[in-house]
């Protein structure tokens, strides 16, 4: 590998983004407020027989609350919009904004929620016309949504070229806790990765890699590298296309830290978690697993490894669960590992839906430095060192 990855530079995100106060005055004003409501969503059945559609967590609502007060109580009229899944701009009745707006409006009376921004192929298309509907009307335009300002969507990018912008401030806190990783870093500095795929983080760890000192794989990912270094991994999850890519990381940094123990779960055993039962033994491997085993944890000499880099600490960055947690015969290493955080005495960052449930799951919130409301914008940030959803701010600005 000739050139591992781009020239990192120290980036400050935060440089030139207009905050509230940069806002003309907001008294009597109509401002359009882009959140992240993309929430997660848990089905129960009525009396009648009818499926009901409420929200599970309402973690992303209640992070856009101190923008809206904020709002509020300098006199604006806020309509707020948002995506919720990905309907692939057609309306879509199981994607509705309803069970948010019932939410929306326990919390925070008083404030319009549009229909799902999504049900409209403009907002992905970032069609020109479709920035010009959610504009008109609008005296102002505040971006809150940082879990969404990875995506070049038309509510995201669009109206600052049209109307005085600003950062609300659940993306404020979100960009100046990132830049704290971004911009000369405590040392050392330990990234742990999880979840399934290595494909779609290759970019990531390259970047990771050029700012961490350690960089701890585990989850499924972590196949594709024991794969790669010649292990034997049984029925675990692979990608044996990108064996190559893997091996060339793995020559090129000495920072990548592998689990060196498994937890499996014999041929034919089906696992557990959402309500359903596992079955079928499970067992412990050091290294190689045997044909037909799966792997779906991580094991205790993997978890004591973490923690010792853990432990020493200064700056933190975890995405991704260790392992099934959702079945409790995986769920050690998620936890343990949550827990070396959580203890770590260095500034501690952790986003993406998954590991934030984790955190929940495991009563290890109030212990994290900062839990990021964003997945994919915060590997994304990290990777390059800016969003799409940022730039568009400045750029507002720059105009003003
Ligand atoms: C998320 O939950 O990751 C954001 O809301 C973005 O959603 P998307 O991945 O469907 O664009
Ligand atoms: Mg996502």
Redesign the pocket.
Known sequence: MNSPSPTVLATDPWRGIPTLEDLPEPKGKRVLLRA?F?VPLAEVRLENGEVKRVVEDDFRIRAALPTIQWLLDAGAMVTICS?L??PKGKPNPALTMEPIAQVLDRLVPGVMLMENLRFDPGEEANDASFVKKLVSGQDLYVNDAF??CH?AHASVVGPPSFLPSAAGRLLEKEIRNFSRLLNDPRRPFVAILGGAKVSDKIGLIKSLLERVDALIIGGAMAFTFMAATGHGIGDSIVERDRLDEVSELLNYSKKIVLPVDFVALEPGGKVGGHGEQGSGSVANFESDIPPGWRGLDIGDRSVELFSQHLDGAASVFWNGPMGLFEDERFSSGTKRVGEAVARCSGFTVVGG?DTVHALDQFDLSSRIGFVSS????SLELLEYGDLPGLAALRRSMEAS
Do not use: K, L
Not at 374 to 377: F, K, V
């Open positions: 992240d993309n995506h899944g990905r879990g969404s995506r839906g964003g997945g994919g914008a």
